[in-house]
């Protein structure tokens, strides 16, 4: 396991590329495939690309969090590869925003009759500014305009509310629909383990802290 975790392959550079490759792919097939001529044709087209994307979002965010709470040589290695996992997201849902580009643009009277809600616009648009700032410094020639106080409050309140997004939506099929998907289902759980993972690490750091206070 751990020569297979320390692969060239499946770390860094090589990682993003194993990841995205197959997802451009089966984005720009399904883009191929589809009815584009429609607005309605374009809605299961936004819905896949987030189906490919959702995963990855999950796993950036549990990945600190998993480490603490379960260290091992996975976690070590989500760890490590949390930002190119992240990268790996925003390939995916920038396939996404293809497609809603497409449906505003193209067909703009069916969007506004059909799909457009302020509230949803205004939340997505928020996301997806957050999600293009992470991206820019997630590089060297963002990260070096702010401070690294900055870029960690950055990418907290941006993998927050990324989440947080992404799972009231599963959440609201889940509940608000008689009979949501399977893939539905799935993902309001595993986001809810995510955060789960995420509120279980702070506790335990909360719980450490005046331990180690007491030992001093």
Known sequence: MKQLLQNKVLNNWNLYWLISIPISIACALAMIRGDLSTGAGLL????????????????????????????????RWLLRNRSIIGLCFATAMAWQLLSILWLVLVHTQFYLEEQYVLSDAIEGTVGYLLLLAMVLTSFKFGRRRLTPRQWKLLHKIGIYYIWAYIWSTYWWQVFSYPDPLPIDIIYYWAGFLAWGLRLGAWMKKNWQQPAVGRAV
């Open 44 to 75: 299961p087209l936004i819905e896949f690309s987030v189906y490919c994307a959702v995963p990855l979002i999950y796993l950036a965010f549990a990945a600190s969090s998993l480490h603490g709470l379960f260290p091992s040589l996975f976690s």
